[in-house]
């Protein structure tokens, strides 16, 4: 599904939000503060990228149609926060499968795939890559040379192409 993904790490705060002005069935949480981003930063003892930040701070998390994007939610304590909550999430999956400590899940596909920010690959303006932990190897199948917006973005684009 990540095919037709661009591998430019330019995005722009507009174009996703213009793009997501296009899903009809879109759900968000609430954007978050400073202080709470900085904890789940504490929490998982990583430093996140911008564009994760950005997105917590405007929506918490997302969802459309059957896609789910984890980040943060309204419940104060991430050990018992339960999905969609990245920080939950990602602990548990350190416990329960041995995810590498610098992997941040942001996205779960049937418990098989995860999708992750690689907060020891940073790049260039603040940003990492986004890889693909394989949860039945235990292991990263894939690297992708992709920000976060530009991983969001081709999702997007993907569910509005197949939603017409």
Same mark, same amino acid.
């Given at each position: 599904?990540?095919?037709?993904?661009?591998?430019?790490?330019?995005?722009?705060?507009?174009?996703?939000?213009?793009?997501?002005?296009?899903?009809?069935?879109?759900?968000?949480?609430?954007?978050?503060?400073?202080?709470?981003?900085?904890?789940?930063?504490?929490?998982?003892?990583?430093?996140?990228?911008?564009?994760?930040?950005?997105?917590?701070?405007?929506?918490?998390?997302?969802?459309?149609?059957?896609?789910? /994007? $984890?980040? %943060?939610?309204?419940? &104060?304590?991430?050990?018992?926060?339960?999905?969609?909550?990245? =920080? !939950?999430?990602? @602990?548990?999956?350190?416990?329960?499968?041995?995810?590498?400590?610098?992997?941040?899940?942001?996205?779960?596909?049937?418990?098989?795939? /995860? $999708?992750? %920010?690689?907060?020891? &690959?940073?790049?260039?303006?603040?940003?990492?890559?986004?890889? =693909? !932990?394989?949860? @039945?190897?235990?292991?990263?199948?894939?690297?992708?040379?992709?920000?976060?917006?530009?991983?969001?973005?081709?999702?997007?684009?993907? /569910?509005?192409?197949?939603?017409?």
């Amino acid at each position: 599904m990540r095919e037709g993904i661009n591998l430019m790490n330019n995005y722009s705060i507009d174009e996703v939000e213009n793009a997501l002005r296009e899903i009809d069935d879109l759900v968000t949480g609430v954007g978050h503060d400073d202080d709470e981003v900085v904890a789940a930063e504490k929490k998982l003892l990583v430093t996140l990228p911008n564009s994760f930040k950005w997105y917590l701070k405007q929506w918490g998390n997302l969802s459309m149609g059957p896609i789910e /994007y $984890y980040g %943060l939610t309204q419940r &104060s304590s991430f050990e018992d926060a339960g999905i969609p909550n990245f =920080v !939950w999430f990602t @602990l548990k999956k350190r416990e329960e499968v041995g995810l590498p400590a610098h992997l941040v899940v942001f996205q779960n596909s049937n418990d098989e795939v /995860y $999708y992750c %920010l690689d907060t020891n &690959s940073f790049v260039d303006n603040d940003e990492c890559n986004i890889v =693909v !932990w394989n949860n @039945l190897d235990r292991s990263i199948d894939q690297v992708m040379d992709v920000n976060f917006f530009g991983f969001l973005l081709g999702d997007i684009e993907e /569910y509005i192409e197949m939603m017409q």
